[in-house]
């Protein structure tokens, strides 16, 4: 990641205070350093370290609006400002365009909408990881016992998923 442009440093007080542990959290610390703010940024990430993109143009901009919305309800209670007008402008009723005025309506179909939404992007971006890393270390032979079970372990997901549809029949 360094040689793409990504820091991958650890301030030592942190290198220390994990140091028993430092092996199994490197990825958190380095992680929670990187900016994962827009679909771009995030696909420019895992491009950098796997070779892979979470989002496809149409995710991308889906995600984008998920996070346009979750700002407005967080930073201004919902209530319209004149710059999520301007984002959201094609997506607003001309009625209720009102600046600090009018707020957005988030139904409950939306919620489950949104919430699928999330869950197919994390899933597919589980196993495109995975499989991405399993080709990686394969190829350079590397892949230890270890590793292969952590791999496996990362599709737990798609286990749990698999075993559900067997169920019910409709899947999660």
Known sequence: MKDVGYSTDIPAEEAFEFRDTLRYRIGFLIGQRLDFGTAKKINALYTAVIKTTPFGRSEANQFDRLLRDRN???????????SYIKQAFSEIDPEHRRPH??????????????????KVIAHSTIVASSNKLRAMLSSENTMTTELEKAIDAMQWWSEKDNEQKGKDGQGV
Do not use: Q, R, W
């Not at 407005?72 to 004149?82: E, M, N, P, S």
């Open 72 to 82: 407005l309800i967080v930073h201004h209670g919902g209530t319209y400002t004149t």
């Open 101 to 118: 005025g009018d707020t957005i309506e988030i139904s409950v179909d939306k919620v489950v909408e949104t919430a699928m939404f999330l």
